[in-house]
């Protein structure tokens, strides 16, 4: 039997991963590019628990080991997104980029449940997977 040319998963079908060093996160998140075998990009889904409740750590795309500008899609819900310390409301359905790899971002949920995509890659090079997603793949 041939196997079909798409993948379809649902949020609650995407495994659930954990710290690697079995810390609980403060919020639920699923990769989405491993399971679905995505190659070109970067692609996860973060869900906040509660309403406060982180939905995007805080990070720098360079401290993490890659160049990756990241585009924030804000799929059910609302987040407060905070970037090099402005903060920006973003009600279900806004998109957030950010292009420079060296700006800090998180986001916190303004109602539980909140989902928030996060998709990156690097511009005008094949995608190369950051470094610590071979170690929460495993976890």
């Not at 449940?113 to 690097?122: A, R, S, W």
């Amino acid at each position: 039997m041939t196997e079909p040319p798409f993948k379809v998963a649902h949020l609650s079908e995407l495994p659930q991963f954990t710290n690697p060093d079995g810390t609980e996160l403060t919020y639920d998140f699923r990769m989405v590019r491993l399971p679905l075998g995505v190659g070109s990009f970067g692609i996860n889904a973060m869900r906040a628990l509660n309403a406060g409740g982180v939905v995007v750590p805080e990070h720098v795309e360079l401290d993490e080991g890659g160049r990756h500008e990241e585009l924030y899609y804000v799929a059910r819900g609302a987040a407060r997104f905070t970037i090099d310390g402005e903060s920006v409301d973003a009600p279900e359905g806004t998109f957030v980029f950010v292009p420079d790899p060296a700006s800090s971002r998180a986001a916190v949920a303004d109602e539980a449940g909140t989902v928030v995509l996060g998709i990156g890659g690097e511009p005008g090079v094949a995608f190369t997977p950051s470094t610590w997603e071979a170690a929460w793949s495993s976890g």
